[in-house]
Nanobody, 125 residues
Framework: EVQLVESGGGLVQAGGSLRLSCAAFGFTFDDYAIGWFRQAPGKEREGVSLIGLSTELIYYADSVKGRFTISSDNAKNTVYLQMNNLKPEDTAVYYC??????????????????WGQGTQVTVSS
């Protein structure tokens, strides 16, 4: 059974840090790109970061560049999103998702075939 399981969300003060984890089960991890998306209340789901586990492509949205770092541990089939200097506007449900890792894969959620259930990140001011 294919599963993506997020963990690591929580409540943190502005300026603080969190590390999200996305553990993958049931598919060939190295053939995929893993993306992190977030959705705040009343807003569209947006791509935050992605990593190509085969192509080694890395992408960050402008809003998180310099603050978030994506990484992978292929031995554990897990992707991490280290989030530093968090801001209240980072508050959202964060989802990880998997897309076939081909040239040109990007933060368009339509490319992603597997999704996790999400983890809440709340940043207080």
């Amino acid at each position: 059974e294919v599963q993506l399981v997020e963990s690591g969300g929580g409540l943190v003060q502005a300026g603080g840090s969190l590390r999200l984890s996305c553990a993958a089960f049931g598919f060939t991890f190295d053939d995929y790109a893993i993306g992190w998306f977030r959705q705040a209340p009343g807003k569209e789901r947006e791509g935050v970061s992605l990593i190509g586990l085969s192509t080694e492509l890395i992408y960050y949205a402008d809003s998180v560049k310099g603050r978030f770092t994506i990484s992978s541990d292929n031995a554990k089939n897990t992707v991490y999103l280290q989030m530093n200097n968090l801001k209240p506007e980072d508050t959202a449900v964060y989802y990880c998702a998997a897309a076939e890792d081909v040239a040109g894969v990007g933060p368009n959620r339509a490319e992603y075939v597997y999704w996790g259930q999400g983890t809440q990140v709340t940043v207080s001011s």
